[in-house]
Every structure is written in C-alpha cells, then in structure tokens.
C-alpha cells in the first residue's frame, strides 16, 4: 500500500519522464530514418547507374558489331568498284597502245607515204620557180607600164604649162627668155613652146541684160512651166477637221515609256526558263550516292529532351530554362518618375 501511495505521489515527474523518453525517441527516430534515406538513395542511385552504364555498354556492343559488318559490307563494294575500275584502265590502256601502233603503221603506209610526199614536194618545188619567174616578169611589166604611165602625165602636164605660158616663146623681132643670144642654141622647152598651141579663152556669153548685170541669175531661176495648183489650200485656209486632226494627234509613247521596265529581268527569266526545259540532267554527278549511309544516334542521346520516368533518368540534367525564362531580370536604367506617378498625384491637363 505504501508502495501505491508512493507511485501515486510520483505519477507526475514519471508522466514527464515518459514524455520526455517519447520526444528523445522521436528526435533520434528522424534522424534515424533520414539517414537510412541517405544511404537507399545513395545505394539506389549506385545500382541504376550501373545498370544504365551496362545498358550503354551492350548497346555499344551491339551497334559497334552492326556498324562494323555495314562498314565491311561497304568496303567490299568499294573494293569491288574499284578494281572493275582499275581493271577498265588497264583494258583502255592497252587498247589505246594496239590502236597508236595500228594507226602509226596505217598513216605511214597510206596517208603520209614518205616516196609519194617526197614527190609531192619536188613538184611543189618546181612549180613555185615557174610561179616566182611569172611573178618577176608580171611585177617588170608592172613597173614599166606605172613608168609609162608617170611619163605621159608628165608630157601631158608639160605640154598644159608649155600652152599656158605660150606668150613666152620668141619671134623674129624678140627672142624669148628661153631662147638666149648667149647660149649656142635653144632650150628643150623653147622647141616645146614651139611645137604646141595657146590655150583658148573662155567664149562670152551673149545673151546678157544691157541695164542690169544680175538679171543673168534672175532669169535662171525662172522655170519654163509653172506647176500645177494644189487640189487642197494650204496655210490658214485648210479645212477645220484637218487642222483638228492635226492638232490633236494621238499619244505616241517612247520606247522606254511604252516598254516595260523589268523587260530585262524578264527576258533573262525567260532564257533561264528555256534553258531549264532543254536540259538533260538537272543533278550534278554524284559517284557512289546510293552507298550513303545514314548516321544513327547512341541510345543514350537519342530520347527527347525533358524530365523522364524514375529508372531512365539521368542524373546530371539540366535545365536552361527554367533559369532563363521564370527569372526575373532587374532593370539597370531607373524609371522615370513622372511616368510612375502618371494618373496618381496629379490630374488630366496638370504637370
């Protein structure tokens, strides 16, 4: 009984006790379980990135291995084309040798016959000496006419001075200045002036005006007939509609006016459009286009961007995003005030 009386007297400091046992469990518990948080996390993580790394290593593998056998497969043809092509060079090599020496031995025995050429050539020979000793004697005959011909205008053209200056030649009374007293005989062309005629003066026309000089120019103009009358009147007696009609001509545009001004450019379309229907092959010459392979991405860089289901994400992330658009930037240039105040400390039409 003293037992229960004791325990009763202490009920409260044992209740507080309790308590503060329950708050200590419960402190300890949390960081208990934060810490078991850490480590599965920690292990988690561990394991899934092993298994992804895995995941990466065989799908390596296994694209190594098929790109290999496509890289093979592609070399083969290569190789393949490429002794055909060596071996067309070869064939076109020694075709090329049999027709240099056929065709040699071809135009040596029947184009260019050496015996035949060499005959040619003397004939040649021979026939340039006849056509040089023609061109000597034509160019001899040439000369001698053109010396012929400078003569004869020089007699001519002395025998025209010889007519003008025929006062000079001498008389019996008075000898002339080509006929001197002090030599022992005359002058060539003292005998000249002797043997040609004077040159006549110009006859006198005799139908000429006695009172008046000019009328000569006055006469000739008149014609013998008049001509005949104009069937319409001119000047300020034509008919109203003709002048309006002359007057009011219809609108004649130039040639830049009436031609467009993209012709040019037009005109070159139009060429490069002809151009295009007669050609052949719109493509350039691509050799070996149908061996492209197209390239194909790694597993791990082929998912879209973005979050993923837990397993498959990765933990390194990042999003650029999320810190350049829901950022908010500060202004470097203050506001004006004015503006800031607009509608609130002053009224319409007041500053």
């Not at 070399?75 to 055909?84: A, E, N």
């Not at 002058?187 to 005006?209: A, D, F, G, W």
């Not at 879209?304 to 390194?316: E, I, V």
Request: positive net charge; glycine residues 2%; hydrophobic residues 30%.
């Amino acid at each position: 009984m003293a037992a229960m009386v004791r325990l009763v007297g202490e009920i409260n400091t044992l209740i507080s006790e309790v308590y503060d046992e329950k708050n200590e469990a419960e402190r300890c518990r949390h960081t208990e379980y934060t810490a078991a948080v850490k480590i599965q996390s920690w292990f988690r993580g561990t394991r899934v990135r092993a298994y992804l790394r895995y995941l990466n290593k065989c799908a390596t593998t296994i694209q190594k291995h098929w790109r290999g056998v496509l890289s093979r497969k592609y070399c083969r043809g290569l190789v393949k084309i490429s002794l055909l092509a060596l071996k067309l060079n070869h064939y076109n090599l020694l075709a090329t040798k049999i027709q240099r020496s056929w065709r040699g031995y071809y135009a040596r025995k029947y184009v260019f016959n050496y015996y035949s050429r060499k005959k040619y050539l003397e004939a040649l020979h021979i026939k340039n000496e006849l056509i040089r000793s023609e061109l000597a004697d034509f160019s001899e005959h040439q000369l001698a006419a053109r010396t012929r011909e400078e003569e004869k205008n020089e007699r001519q053209r002395r025998q025209y001075e010889a007519r003008r200056h025929h006062y000079l030649v001498s008389t019996m009374v008075q000898p002339g200045i080509y006929n001197s007293p002090f030599l022992p005989y005359p002058s060539e062309t003292e005998y000249l002036l002797r043997n040609v005629q004077p040159l006549e003066h110009k006859k006198k026309r005799k139908n000429y005006c006695n009172f008046d000089p000019a009328c000569l120019s006055y006469n000739s103009q008149v014609p013998k007939t008049l001509p005949p009358l104009a069937p319409k009147p001119q000047g300020p007696f034509r008919e109203p509609k003709e002048v309006q009609k002359q007057r009011y001509k219809p609108f004649k545009p130039t040639l830049r006016v009436a031609t467009d001004f993209f012709s040019l450019e037009k005109a070159r379309q139009q060429l490069r459009n002809e151009e295009w229907v007669t050609r052949l092959n719109d493509d350039v010459f691509k050799p070996f286009s149908h061996h492209f392979v197209v390239y194909e991405p790694l597993l791990h860089t082929k998912s879209k961007f973005g979050p993923m289901n837990y397993g498959t994400k990765y933990f390194r992330e990042e999003f650029p995003d999320k810190f350049l658009i829901y950022q908010n930037f500060k202004s470097q240039v203050p506001p004006i005030p004015i503006f800031d105040k607009f509608n609130d400390t002053y009224s319409r039409g007041e500053v």
